[in-house]
């Protein structure tokens, strides 16, 4: 079985502050693990992926994620953040299935809001 | 970027009705999925489509639910006869290829079951 645990449901930095969403996945093989972001009215966005070689990965608008193995932990950073990043934060689980398409499992998601 | 469009973003339908969600995918995407999500939880993997047949379900896909894509067209989830307990967003995915390839999401249909 997959899971995702994100254990902040809203999150509330200040314009130009650091920023980290938490992220705790399990996954019995290897996994793979995205982030996404959701904007109002809008499908969700894919932020960046690991699926393996360097932990530390980068994605768009200056948002990195390290994957650490021995805490199953896959959390997302951004060293200053602007008020156009308030939006909710999808951290998510795969495997790789043979013949078929992946299965992601999402975790509840982290409403962040910039505050200026 | 790719956009994956629903129609429609919401719908009202009675208890016992039948209810379509019509999904249109990137165009030169071959795999197609459904997401649930309930109100205050979790979104959760329904199914995935590839080549006409439903390559995975998960236990949330019950009986009443069938998907398909008839000659390209819209990939359509439907409900019949629909319960209360379908009342969720709905979000339609596709994909370029399978694997762990990335998933480009639309923005849901919001389905409410009176």
Known sequence: AQSVTQPDARVTVSEGASLQLRCKYSYSGTPYLFWYVQYPRQGLQLLLKYYSGDPVVQGVNGFEAEFIKSNSSFHLRKASVHWSDSAVYFCAVSGVQQGTGSKLSFGKGAKLTVSP | ?114
């Open chain 2, 1 to 114: 970027g790719p956009k994956v469009l629903q129609i429609p973003s919401h719908q009202i339908i009675d208890m016992g009705q039948m209810v379509t969600l019509n999904c249109d995918p990137v165009s030169n995407h071959l795999y197609f999925y459904w997401y649930k999500q309930i109100l205050g939880q979790q979104m959760e993997f329904l199914v995935n489509f590839y080549n006409g047949k439903v390559m995975e379900k998960s236990k949330l896909f019950k009986d009443q639910f069938s998907v398909e894509r008839p000659d390209g067209s819209y990939f359509t989830l439907k409900i019949q006869p629909t319960a209360l307990e379908d009342s969720a967003v709905y979000f339609c995915a596709s994909s370029r290829t399978g694997g762990a390839a990335e998933q480009f999401f639309g923005p849901g249909t919001r389905l409410t079951v009176l």
